[in-house]
């Protein structure tokens, strides 16, 4: 594949890395705008683009893809409020967006269980739910991307849950989510159900980033030949991956 990077943090070398080690071809890096100044105009130049910016050029990044008619596979998280609306225009535009809050297999598995756990936990009302999840420093949104999908799948599968809350919480209705930050810090992200008696926990703990570049790669050959609005679970439904 030729692919385009946009945006060149840890995320898009770890990208780098791995794409030219599976033999690819990175035709162009745009990392600010004067990039998009001088080589924009090459996009079109590659087969796909894959997006780990920041949530204030995600969108206008997508929408170059758009224009250049360059399918393009989004890591960047923090932009969740323009997500109908771009997944609309995907649509009305015949174009290809694959988005992920997180492209590690790995994740993707741990989704499938918290939502089978939340079911099971639902009527057990003795036990308290929260989450907590921990990333680098640079990390800009909190909380993640991924501990909101955790999140709203234990809403949608509890009877007790309503919603979030970025903070621990004593309504009943009201998930709290704790975000820490540290130094080097891949990813890690825990849901407990704690009673007086006990505690049940589900962990995720990312080692490297090696593993969510796996996955954004998967993802990048995956969509070139379709169209439309895409989510890892289409990507490992499609390939009898996980119960997603």
Not at 15 to 24: P, S, T, Y
Not at 134 to 154: E, F, R, W, Y
Request: hydrophobic share 40%; charged share 30%; aromatic share 10%.
């Amino acid at each position: 594949m030729k692919i385009a990077l946009l945006g060149y943090g840890k995320m898009g070398r770890e990208i780098e890395r791995l794409a030219l080690f599976q033999k690819h071809e990175i035709t162009l890096v745009i990392d600010s705008i004067e990039d998009w100044e001088k080589d924009g105009g090459r996009l079109a130049e590659a087969d796909v683009a894959i997006e780990f910016s920041q949530p204030d050029t995600v969108v206008d990044n997508i929408y170059h893809c758009f224009d250049a008619n360059v399918p393009v596979v989004v890591g960047t998280t923090g932009w969740f409020e323009e997500a109908e609306q771009l997944k609309k225009d995907t649509l009305e535009r015949n174009q290809s967006l694959f988005f992920s809050t997180n492209f590690s297999i790995g994740v993707n598995l741990f989704f499938d269980l918290n939502r089978h756990l939340a079911a099971i936990m639902s009527k057990w009302k003795d036990y308290e739910i929260s989450i907590e999840e921990t990333h680098h420093i640079h990390k800009q949104d909190a909380p993640s991307g991924t501990a909101i999908v955790l999140a709203n799948d234990i809403i949608r599968n509890s009877e007790r849950k309503e919603k979030w809350v970025r903070e621990p919480s004593e309504n009943p209705e009201e998930l709290g989510i704790l975000s820490f930050r540290t130094e080097n810090e891949p990813g890690t992200h825990k849901v407990r159900y704690d009673s007086e008696v006990d505690s049940i926990e589900i962990i995720h703990t990312a080692k490297n980033r090696r593993g969510f570049a796996t996955g954004a790669l998967m993802a990048a050959e995956w969509i070139l030949d379709r169209k439309g609005f895409f989510e890892m679970k289409d990507l490992l439904s499609s390939q009898n991956l996980t119960n997603l």
